[in-house]
Nanobody
């Protein structure tokens, strides 16, 4: 499966953006999909993930501002970001999300990132 992140852009603090992670080569409706973000010089961190069962996992500092959902007709997963803050500015990536035999989260099939800037 190949994943492509899109929807990034520039927004003012308090604004909203929708990011899409679109799959090709395979149906992603039965795959876990995760969103991550990375600021230059820092580690990539988990933002949100949605499992094949609909289970959702959230990263720190989101506090109910973001939602994650599937659009199976478009073979995509959407990250809806509300009440954006300057500290949300980053390159956002999507990946598949699974579990290793030992229960660790596995992130694979990384797509190219999409840049989000938040400034007035």
């Amino acid at each position: 499966v190949q994943l492509q992140a899109s929807g990034g852009g520039s927004v003012q603090p308090g604004g909203s953006l929708n990011l899409s992670c679109t799959g090709s080569g395979s149906n992603i409706s039965n795959l876990g999909i995760a969103w991550h973000r990375q600021v230059p010089g820092r580690q990539r961190t988990l933002v949100a993930a949605i499992g094949s069962s609909g289970r959702r996992v959230w990263g720190d500092s989101i506090k109910g501002r973001f939602t994650i959902s599937r659009d199976n007709a478009k073979n995509s997963v959407t990250l809806r970001m509300n009440a954006l803050k300057p500290e949300d500015a980053a390159v956002y990536y999507c990946s598949t999300w699974g579990l290793s035999p030992t229960g660790r989260y596995l992130y694979e099939n990384w797509g190219q990132g999409t840049l989000v800037t938040v400034s007035s």
